[in-house]
């Protein structure tokens, strides 16, 4: 019995002692979620949060080491900068630590704008977050890149202990991604407040989109984007288009109506 405890505590000790640590740097919504994410993966561990000031890293756990002096940085395997896109160069710039793996979680920042001091990577998780909002991190496609195979393969092994979705793309391609994240997500969200703006302007609730807007996201599962597309547009429907330009002739949403429209019309009816 006791060498079977032994056994286990020389296994813990072995596994403690081989897990890499992670510095993160910056206290937003992105490090908030991987602090979380990594907490509860296994071989990695969080061993410190720096960020700016001191406000914020009161909302990580009180036994993680936090600092807000880029003097007191611990040695850690990963260092990633979680900080406003046009932040990183110039904060990867103020980073006292050399010759180390420091990644940014950016969708459309190049990895090469990293500060030439240390080794670059990216570590960029397609999804939007807000800091109360619980992500599921096993859904997340994780977006790699490193500058040799040995810190790719790190970031490799760092995406699957948090993802099931792990793809390395070129800092080329994942502009693309972040540049279709942006219209997919943010573009749908903004005509969300548009639909409701006009439902306010009747008294009438944004709750009844609700059921379309689920049903339209729910098809993108088993239908291609341009299957799943219906509407005046997509069926040519003119009279109906001219109706609805007519009630938005004095609203500011009237040109968005116009350009997506004709856009429709140009993809599906040779317009
Ligand atoms: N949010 C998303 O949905 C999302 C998704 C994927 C990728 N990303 C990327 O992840 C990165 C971080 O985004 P986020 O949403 O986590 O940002 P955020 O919530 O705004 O947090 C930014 C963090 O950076 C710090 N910071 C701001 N300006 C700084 C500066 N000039 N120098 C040093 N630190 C600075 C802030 O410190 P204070 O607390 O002191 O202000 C804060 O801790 C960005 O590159 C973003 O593109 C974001």
Same mark, same amino acid.
């Given at each position: 019995?006791f060498h %079977?405890f032994?056994k286990?505590?020389?296994?813990?000790n072995?596994?403690l002692?081989?897990?890499?640590?992670?510095?993160?740097?910056?206290?937003g919504?992105?490090?908030t979620? !991987?602090?979380k994410?990594?907490?509860?993966?296994?071989?990695?561990?969080?061993?410190q949060?720096? @960020?700016?000031n001191e @406000?914020? *890293?009161?909302?990580?756990?009180s036994? !993680?080491?936090?600092?807000?002096?880029? #003097?007191?940085i611990?040695? #850690?395997d990963?260092?990633?900068?979680?900080v406003?896109?046009? #932040?990183?160069? &110039?904060?990867?710039?103020?980073?006292?630590?050399?010759?180390?793996?420091v990644? /940014?979680?950016?969708? &459309?920042?190049?990895?090469e704008?990293? &500060?030439?001091?240390?080794?670059?990577g990216v570590?960029?998780p397609?999804?939007?977050?807000s800091?109360?909002?619980?992500?599921d991190?096993?859904?997340?496609p994780?977006?790699i890149?490193?500058?040799?195979?040995?810190d790719?393969?790190?970031?490799?092994?760092?995406?699957?202990?948090?993802?099931?979705?792990v793809?390395a793309v &070129?800092? $080329?391609k994942r $502009?693309?991604?972040? %540049?279709?994240?942006v219209?997919?997500?943010?573009?749908?969200?903004?005509?969300?407040q548009v639909?409701?703006?006009?439902?306010?302007?009747?008294s009438?609730s944004?709750?009844?989109?609700?059921? %379309?807007?689920?049903e339209?996201?729910?098809?993108?599962?088993?239908l291609?984007p341009?299957?799943?597309?219906?509407?005046?547009a997509?069926?040519?429907?003119?009279k109906?288009?001219?109706?609805? *330009?007519h %009630?938005?002739?004095?609203?500011?949403?009237k040109?968005i109506?116009?350009?997506?429209? @004709?856009s429709?019309l140009k993809k599906?009816n040779? /317009?």
């Amino acid at each position: 019995m006791f060498h %079977l405890f032994s056994k286990l505590l020389t296994f813990k000790n072995y596994y403690l002692r081989s897990m890499k640590s992670i510095v993160l740097l910056g206290a937003g919504n992105v490090a908030t979620h !991987l602090c979380k994410a990594i907490y509860n993966s296994l071989g990695f561990k969080v061993i410190q949060v720096y @960020n700016r000031n001191e @406000n914020s *890293l009161a909302f990580f756990p009180s036994a !993680l080491d936090k600092t807000y002096s880029l #003097a007191k940085i611990k040695e #850690a395997d990963i260092y990633i900068i979680a900080v406003p896109d046009d #932040a990183i160069v &110039s904060f990867s710039e103020s980073l006292l630590i050399k010759n180390k793996l420091v990644v /940014h979680t950016s969708g &459309s920042v190049a990895m090469e704008a990293l &500060s030439d001091k240390n080794r670059k990577g990216v570590f960029y998780p397609l999804q939007s977050f807000s800091k109360n909002s619980e992500v599921d991190f096993s859904e997340i496609p994780m977006c790699i890149e490193a500058q040799n195979e040995s810190d790719l393969g790190l970031l490799n092994q760092l995406g699957n202990s948090i993802s099931n979705n792990v793809l390395a793309v &070129s800092s $080329e391609k994942r $502009e693309k991604i972040h %540049l279709s994240a942006v219209i997919v997500n943010n573009f749908v969200n903004y005509l969300y407040q548009v639909g409701n703006d006009l439902m306010q302007e009747q008294s009438l609730s944004f709750d009844l989109l609700k059921p %379309l807007i689920l049903e339209t996201a729910n098809k993108i599962n088993t239908l291609a984007p341009a299957e799943a597309q219906t509407g005046p547009a997509k069926r040519n429907d003119k009279k109906t288009i001219e109706k609805q *330009l007519h %009630l938005l002739k004095d609203s500011p949403y009237k040109d968005i109506y116009q350009d997506i429209t @004709n856009s429709i019309l140009k993809k599906y009816n040779n /317009h």
